[in-house]
């Protein structure tokens, strides 16, 4: 061992924009020291709130070190200490015989971006659910609608690169909080108006990021589409539109054409709530500023809605002929600037299994049958607290005849529904790629101390499962560095991969892909639709939604991402984590209305379930509105949180999550 610190690099495993490449410092066989690393161009030094105080999440005493066996009732969270053998002699052989009775279909696996690494999150997982013949999991719950919609438009999601922000000159952040979830999205931000850019935050609520900067259209929630189209009809009726790029470059403008013109101003101030003056400023800078860049964020697609939103906004930016400038363009995602060759590729089980979307778990759980879901198998998630409709999640994870087996780093929420709860690694102790769903680096995670304990990576939980269920494809146990290599050879002469060797990533762990930053996408890349054309009409969207029987409640429920803490991650760490109770943010306005006072408990409530909130006064929630930031934990907060409210109905395409299309009662507790 080396006398004195060693300093190694890695990735944040967390699932956030930012993918902040670390520096990690080592001494005595202990990581004493995780900060940014000053040579990224996008970490540029620094971390956030949370992972600054990562050692604390990492060196935890909760951490889980051995098997755990269930010895309690379901859901009871009583568990005592078993070996790995043990544990693996038991899961093999109850996943045998309940394949053997009702077929792979019957086992489904359960996780999302708890670490977003290429091993960690999608590897021998797949491989081993598709040799089972398992159920196939949807990964929905995050970005499926927009995701699917960029693909619609442009036959991917790429846009542009995020270094170009300081060249936009005008910047709409559209459902976005990057002061609170993106936070290395700031410096590019306050570069760019720095440079002369108006930076226009449109969001229902006054976040952080709306108060920074120059604009805040705080339009009604879930009026986005009101908005847009209604901007393009400002466009349209005043000629101030890119004809011969429309013309040159895109289909679909007849159908667009007319959407747009059935939101003339008034009714488009009506549905949104914004003054007509403001849609016509909007209209006049959209039309006139260059290059401009629109950023759509998550908060635009967690709606009923989400496809439609996500059309019309990303429309605004084609029809104005925005994406021919550098800076300009429309950004959701660059998640297709990575182009690697998926580890189960080729591998998928034949003929296609069931399919099951992760946001209608709960219904999985309770009401599926032919097969019924008789194993679930978690890890990188949390789905009693994460999930919506929790109410069905929690009833599901609560049957005796369901084997639930779930690796984790931390006792959370749905350890304590498992039979079997096995240890996790943290990614400091594990090797691992990883890509962004922003920027555009591809970066080496290479382990900076071992797991403690029993703890194991993601790929060998599926190595040793694959043995326990007696499998012997030999992909299924392939080892991380062949992996690596594996992802890294296979599409290795794509051009925007040309030189991103392993042994270069050793050298310099964060690699840009070779898409120079000056390529504007779709202009100097290809648009990957069928005809090659940017598509303006929608895309086919799911029939009328059945009707929303809480559609009359009075108050319209938020719940987007907390500053402090990622999702439910964190929600141990007590530096981290919130210390007051789960909190409901309303206007002062509402609050006399209900005549509740700060530090009242409310009961929120519709027809899906019910939780107990403390409610406090905020002048960033509009009246009418209600805000919670999501997730608490379910122990800290009376065994509920906001996702007993939350539905599992999908968007109007792609399968995606309603989250902020959730209305509720509230109620005053003697
Ligand atoms: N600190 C922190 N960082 C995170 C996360 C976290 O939990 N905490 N989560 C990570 C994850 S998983 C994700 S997906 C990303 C998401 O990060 P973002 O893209 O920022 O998305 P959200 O936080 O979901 O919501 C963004 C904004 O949308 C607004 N919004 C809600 N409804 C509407 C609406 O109808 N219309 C409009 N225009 N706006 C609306 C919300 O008020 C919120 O301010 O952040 C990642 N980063
Ligand atoms: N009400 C409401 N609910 C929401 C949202 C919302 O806006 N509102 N947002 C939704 C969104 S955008 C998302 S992305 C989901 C996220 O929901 P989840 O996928 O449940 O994300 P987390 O809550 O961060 O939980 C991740 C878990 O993975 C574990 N983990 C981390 N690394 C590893 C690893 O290497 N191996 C294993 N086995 N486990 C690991 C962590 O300890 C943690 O418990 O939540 C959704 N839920
Ligand atoms: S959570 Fe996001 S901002 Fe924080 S260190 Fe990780 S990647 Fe960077
Ligand atoms: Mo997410």
Redesign the pocket.
Known sequence: MPNGPVTGFGVC???CYDTCGLKVTVDAGRVTRMAGDPDHAITQGFLCFKVNRYLERLYHPERLLYPLRRVGPKGAGRFVRASWDDALADIGQRLNALRARWGGEAILPYS????M?LL?SESLDRRFFAALGASRLDRT???ASAGATARWMFGQSLGPDPETLPDARLILLWGANPAATSVHAIPLLDEARRRGARIVTVDPLATATARRYDQHVALRPNSDVALALGLGHQLIQSGRIDTPFIAERTAGFAEYRPAALEWPLARTAAATGLPPDTIVDLADRLASTRPLLIRAG?GVQ?QAQSAQATWAIAALAVITGALMDVGGGFLHGNGDAFPLVPLDQGRTANPPPRRVNMIQLGEALTTLSDPPVAALIV?????A????NQAAVLQGLLREDLLTVV????P?DTTRYADWVLP????LE?LDLHTSYWHRYIQLNQPAVPPPGEAV??PE?FRRLARATGLTDPHLFASDEELLDELLTTSADHPWLQGITRARLMESPSQKVRLSAAARPFIDTPVLTPHGRIRLNPPPLAGPPAPDPDAGRPFHLL???RRET????FGNVARVRPHEPPTLLMAAADMAALGVEGGDRVRVHNAQGTTVLTVQASSAVPEGTVVSY??RWLEEAEGSN??QL?SQRLSDYGGG?T??TTRVSVTGLE
């Open positions: 495993p967390h699932d999302f971006a708890g670490n690494g960690a719950i995050c970005t998550y967690r890890y990188n998630s949390n789905p607290a994460t999930a919506p690796h984790e780093q931390m959370t996790a690694a943290m990614s594990v990576s993601n939980l719940t987007p991402s990622i999702k439910s991650s999501a997730v906001v996702n939350t999550a989250f902020y």
